[in-house]
């Protein structure tokens, strides 16, 4: 019985081993790739970037929030570039979430459609952008 729970233990740490190795050679392959270069200079060249789809109404929502307090977002549709889904699953592999839209600000992620809400309703996000609101409509 002993010897059958080591052979037991060996192999799912063999098999632990092998999953994270690959993990880690996706995560290298995936982070020089033209999508991630592509994210990573979005991120870093625009004051405020949305990753969004052009057909989702949490995106719009987003959107919204930014034409409410006359920012103009730097918006990458996904559903309209072919690589879009490969951005999609890069997003998820920094930030833990597929979901869109996916905001930052500043080179900082925001979140999705409900955190921006939350902030634009805060103060928050006006905060971060660096400007003044005077009054503002609820979404």
Sequence with gaps: M????????????????????????YWAEASTSPEAVFIDKTI????IVIFSKSYCPYCRRAKAVFKELNQVPYVVELDE????????????????????PQVFIDGKHLGGSDDT?????????ARLLGIEIEDKDDL
């Design 81 to 100: 570039r072919d690589d879009g889904s490969k951005i999609q699953d890069i997003l998820n592999n920094m930030i833990g979430r597929r979901t869109v």
């Design 2 to 25: 002993a010897a059958t729970t080591r052979r037991m233990v060996t192999t799912a740490m063999l098999v632990m081993m092998v999953a994270a190795a690959a993990a880690s050679l």
């Design 117 to 125: 809400v939350e902030a634009y309703e805060s103060g928050k996000l």
């Design 44 to 47: 870093s060249s625009n004051k």
